[in-house]
């Protein structure tokens, strides 16, 4: 069975301008959890999406948004782009919502802005 | 506050030795879980293990082991004769019921080199 899938796999853009990443999760699993890792730390909660509603949002300004479509993939947005937005944007699934339910991760889109 | 401490920023070590990568964590939750996952230079996050606070049974999986103590707040990582497959970042995340959902509070990360 196919893992998490993310496109693109990386991407080059310029301050100001406007991203939307790419998540299909595993086959079953219904949760989709978006999160950014910035170069030389573990990565930090942006989204949850289970049953294409949000579920948690993590500490990220109203720039970053996201949603999740019938077939259980999601985007994640980011509006008006900052330098400090350079990061790994992870993309993970879980077979269920809950606090217990581990988290299978993609491998991830590397986000450069200039 | 950070939650989740990892205070090894890096460690190297040369094949087979044994190497432990320690994780403290702080949580007023009684009822959590924490992992271990392991970043490979693809990028991707490999889960491990995970552990209820409820359960304190050390666990072992061939050459990995972990040690959980409740007492001293410490979800500890052992891997026994390493091997160069094993360099990778690994990270010890936090998960807390009270928390709706699933955000996962990881740690900032030991990055493990083994060398031949």
């Known amino acids: 069975d196919a893992g998490v899938t993310q496109s693109p796999t990386h991407l080059i853009k310029t301050r100001g301008q406007h991203v939307t990443l790419r998540c299909s999760p595993i086959s079953g699993h219904k949760s989709v959890s978006w999160y950014q890792q910035v170069l030389g730390q573990g990565p930090q909660f942006i989204f949850q999406?289970?049953?294409?509603?949000?579920?948690g949002r993590g500490n990220f300004p109203d720039r970053f948004s996201a949603r999740q479509f019938p077939n259980y993939s999601s985007e994640l947005n980011v509006n008006a782009l900052l330098l400090g937005d350079s990061a790994l944007y992870l993309c993970?699934?879980?077979?269920?919502?809950?606090?217990?339910?581990?988290?299978?991760f993609g491998n991830g889109t590397r986000l450069t802005v200039t | 506050a950070q939650k989740v401490t990892q205070a090894q920023t890096e460690i190297s070590v040369v094949e087979k030795e044994d190497v432990t990568l320690d994780c403290v964590y702080e949580?007023?939750?009684?009822?959590?879980?924490l992992f271990w996952y392991k970043q490979p230079p693809s990028g991707e996050l490999v889960f491990l293990i995970r552990r209820n606070s409820f359960d304190e049974q050390n666990e072992i999986s061939g050459r990995y082991s972990w040690n959980f103590q409740k007492s001293t707040s410490s979800f500890n990582f052992t891997i026994t004769a390493s091997q160069v497959v094993d360099s990778a970042v690994y990270f010890c995340a936090l998960s807390e019921a009270e928390d709706y959902g699933q955000n996962f509070v990881f740690g900032p990360g030991t990055r493990l080199s083994v060398l031949p």
């Open positions: 999406y289970y049953e294409k509603e949000e579920r």
């Open positions: 949580t007023r939750d009684t009822t959590y879980y």
């Open positions: 993970a699934s879980s077979l269920a919502k809950a606090y217990n339910s581990p988290l299978h």
